[in-house]
């Protein structure tokens, strides 16, 4: 279901950005907007991971520094059947983590000194399970391509407000005042569709993580134990220098916030998240 729900999203998202290109400038439009979606998907695919590896400032962890951590990893992915991803440790006292690459063969993990320390690793381990759950599902690239159509569309719509600023609007109204109406529409409501779009994308993603990280690790109250943890320490200290851009990669949403801000994250709340897992610890899921 959550498989058929990311179609139906990204069709959704790839159709808002050609009917916004069309609106601008006709067929012509259309085309050039669907080149530079598939152009900025491109860069993404082959170039995301080391873009937001460098953003957080990640580095490589040898197995000698970190026996068990890469004892975990390696374990986890013999039991998914998926070649080892590179380790990485970001330097920050936040607890969290994240997993990118565009394929299994391509994948790294990062984790934070914070969630060292603040998971026991058991928990540490679910937390993992959970990232490479997301690496097999090739949830990233599912991800990247959402964000940079949303991206894709958010500069549209600015082309959009700059036309009517400089001159669309008084064309427009000659003509009746239909195309400044649809202008409107283009510069105000498509970024917030996009960004809805791309939230519901993320969240359907991270329900099926949680379910597929906790079936491989068999230890669905300990994924639970870490997200609560987390959860926690985001909300007393977010992770210094996260990216809106970039928060969908993470565990847990590692920007703070409270009531209209939790409505537009691109992530469940962690509390359903907790009760779907301890629901499936009860059922012996």
Not at 76 to 81: E, G, I, K, P
Not at 124 to 147: K, Q
Not at 234 to 252: E, K, Q, R, W
Request: charged residues 15%.
């Amino acid at each position: 279901m959550n498989t058929l729900k990311t179609t139906v999203f990204l069709t959704l998202l790839t159709l808002l950005l050609v009917g916004i290109g069309q609106l601008l400038g006709g067929r012509q439009g259309m085309m050039m907007a669907f080149g530079f979606a598939l152009l900025m998907n491109g860069v993404s695919y082959w170039f995301s991971d080391k873009i937001v590896l460098a953003m957080y400032r990640a580095k490589p962890v040898s197995e000698s520094e970190l026996p068990e951590l890469h004892r975990i990893v390696r374990t986890l992915t013999q039991l998914a059947r998926m070649p080892m991803p590179k380790v990485y440790r970001i330097p920050s006292q936040t607890a969290n983590a994240f997993a990118t690459g565009r394929s299994p063969n391509h994948a790294a993990v990062a984790v934070t000194d914070g969630i060292l320390r603040a998971l026991s690793w058991e928990e540490l381990e679910g937390v993992l399970a959970h990232e490479l759950a997301h690496v097999r599902n090739r949830d990233i690239l599912t991800s990247t391509i959402a964000a940079t159509i949303a991206g894709a569309i958010y500069t549209l719509a600015n082309m959009a407000r700059w036309s009517m600023m400089w001159g669309g609007g008084r064309r427009d109204r000659n003509s009746g005042g239909l195309q400044l109406v649809m202008m409107l529409v283009v510069a105000i409501v498509a970024p917030i569709a996009a960004m809805l779009i791309q939230m519901a994308v993320s969240r359907a993603r991270e329900y099926e993580a949680d379910a597929s990280g906790a079936a491989l690790c068999h230890k669905p109250l300990a994924l639970a134990s870490a997200l609560r943890k987390i959860h926690l320490a985001a909300a007393v200290a977010p992770l210094a220098g996260a990216n809106p851009a970039t928060a969908h990669l993470f565990i847990v949403n590692p920007l703070t916030g409270g009531g209209l801000v939790n409505l537009f994250s691109t992530h469940p709340p962690v509390e359903r998240r907790i009760e779907i897992l301890e629901r499936m610890a009860r059922h012996g899921e």
